[in-house]
């Protein structure tokens, strides 16, 4: 008789970056990395011949940007956006040759932060026009199509026009707009701000000479070809998430948040869980308090809603989300130790659902995970 051929145990890369959490850890952030960089070669694929810039502002979505900035770079990323000069700083030391845009501009007093640390500031007003072009180095310039946010706004630009020594010295790197409703691929502001921002660059041409355009965020790129221009500014694609929802799954997963069980206890029918007592048990039921908590950006708004997953199994959350601690009905998983792991956006729970079950996006919940998460990269990239 042949003896049985034993095949090994199937050990997921996910199971082994958990095992690398301190043992202390309650909650981790799994980053994998080879998602994370065939997410920014699909989207580059998408826009070319456009350049793909990456967007790494909130500590790269919440992911940490030690972890994503040179698994992009390695994926052939080389312009970068940030929302701040202080983020700029930290992603200088990290990846020393980058171009690094800097969203906000020349806050007052921090050119010399910008200069010292070679950020380009993107330019939104009149002031910050002002401030910078001394400095003869380059920057961005963002105009204004319909966000009314950041940006030379109508009225800006025509002082400019009517002022061209306003811009002297300045020297303008990359022009750029940014789409309010791109979510949407049928809305109507898609088209008008192309529209409007392909005139506004025909009008500043005579004082700003004709540097590349940037106009499209992720799902900018995901409207065509027509929106890429010069250069994309993929940020929340990047990380996973789809918000137009057009086609889930359509990028890989990046992010995966565990928390640790602490305890277990056995409870009778009508026993209160949690604040408020707002959920009584129904049943006999096998309770599992899990070390993570609004403090580490878990929604509190998943109270008695959330879900979580042991293996296969789904596990509902009861009561409310507190603190550090979130529990879940963990009777169908009687396997269920304290020190296991139980999956709270995964495989299981793409980020875009968890997300909709907390009733906001995938923004929200990605750069709003905490800084007590254990953050760990896994995969090659
Ligand atoms: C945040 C941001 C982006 C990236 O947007 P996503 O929707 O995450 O791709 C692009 N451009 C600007 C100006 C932004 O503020």
């Known amino acids: 008789m042949p003896s049985p051929t034993i095949s090994p145990p199937v050990i997921r890369p996910i199971d082994t970056a958990l095992a690398t959490a301190a043992p202390q850890a309650g909650g981790a952030l799994l980053i994998d990395r080879a998602a994370?960089?065939?997410?920014?070669?699909?989207?580059?694929?998408?826009?070319?011949?456009a350049?793909?810039?990456?967007?790494?502002?909130?500590?790269?979505?919440?992911?940490?940007?030690?972890?994503?900035?040179?698994?992009?770079?390695?994926?052939?990323?080389?312009?970068?956006?940030?929302?701040?000069?202080?983020?700029?700083?930290a992603l200088r030391k990290l990846l020393r040759t980058a171009r690094i845009f800097v969203l906000s501009g020349?806050?007052?007093?921090?050119?010399?932060?910008?200069?010292?640390?070679?950020?380009?500031?993107?330019?939104?007003?009149?002031?910050q026009i002002a401030a910078w072009r001394a400095t003869g180095a380059p920057a961005a310039l963002h105009v204004?199509?319909?966000?009314?946010?950041?940006?030379?706004?109508?009225?800006?630009?025509?002082l400019l026009?009517?002022?061209?020594?306003?811009?002297?010295?300045?020297?303008?790197?990359?022009?750029?707009?940014?789409l309010a409703c791109s979510e949407e691929a049928g809305h109507t502001m898609n088209a008008e701000q192309l529209a409007r921002f392909q005139a506004v660059r025909e009008?500043?041409?005579?004082?700003?000479?004709?540097?590349?355009?940037?106009?499209?965020?992720?799902?900018?790129?995901?409207?065509?070809?027509?929106?890429?221009?010069?250069?994309?500014?993929?940020?929340?694609?990047?990380?996973?998430?789809?918000?137009?929802?057009?086609?889930?799954?359509?990028?890989?997963?990046?992010?995966?948040?565990?928390?640790r069980v602490v305890q277990l206890r056995d409870v009778d029918p009508g026993t209160s869980v949690g604040y408020g007592a707002t959920h009584r048990v129904a049943v006999a039921a096998r309770l599992a308090t899990v070390a993570i908590g609004y403090a580490d950006g878990y929604p509190r708004s998943l109270s008695n809603r959330g879900i979580g997953f042991f293996g296969e199994t789904p596990l509902p959350l009861v009561g409310r989300v507190s603190m550090d601690l979130t529990i879940f009905d963990a009777s169908a998983a009687p396997k269920l130790r304290p020190g296991d792991w139980i999956e709270l956006i995964g495989d299981h729970l793409p980020v875009d659902a968890v997300a909709a079950r907390a009733g906001t996006i995938?923004?929200?919940?990605?750069?709003?995970?905490?800084?007590?998460?254990?953050?760990?990269?896994?995969?090659?990239?």
């Open 36 to 49: 994370l960089a065939d997410n920014y070669r699909a989207l580059a694929a998408q826009a070319a011949p």
């Open 51 to 89: 350049e793909t810039a990456a967007v790494v502002k909130a500590d790269g979505y919440g992911l940490g940007i030690a972890e994503v900035a040179p698994v992009l770079w390695r994926a052939g990323c080389r312009t970068f956006f940030v929302a701040l000069a202080e983020e700029g700083a």
């Open 106 to 127: 020349p806050l007052p007093g921090s050119v010399a932060a910008l200069r010292q640390h070679e950020l380009m500031p993107v330019l939104n007003e009149l002031e």
């Open 144 to 158: 204004d199509t319909g966000m009314s946010r950041l940006g030379l706004d109508v009225s800006a630009q025509a």
């Open 161 to 178: 026009l009517a002022e061209p020594a306003r811009a002297d010295n300045l020297k303008i790197a990359l022009v750029m707009s940014h």
């Open 203 to 259: 009008r500043l041409a005579p004082v700003i000479g004709r540097p590349p355009a940037s106009l499209a965020n992720s799902c900018g790129i995901i409207l065509g070809r027509d929106y890429a221009l010069d250069m994309v500014r993929a940020g929340i694609a990047l990380y996973g998430s789809e918000p137009s929802g057009a086609v889930p799954g359509r990028f890989r997963a990046v992010a995966r948040l565990f928390g």
């Open 362 to 381: 995938s923004y929200e919940v990605l750069t709003r995970l905490g800084s007590r998460l254990a953050r760990i990269g896994f995969g090659e990239s």
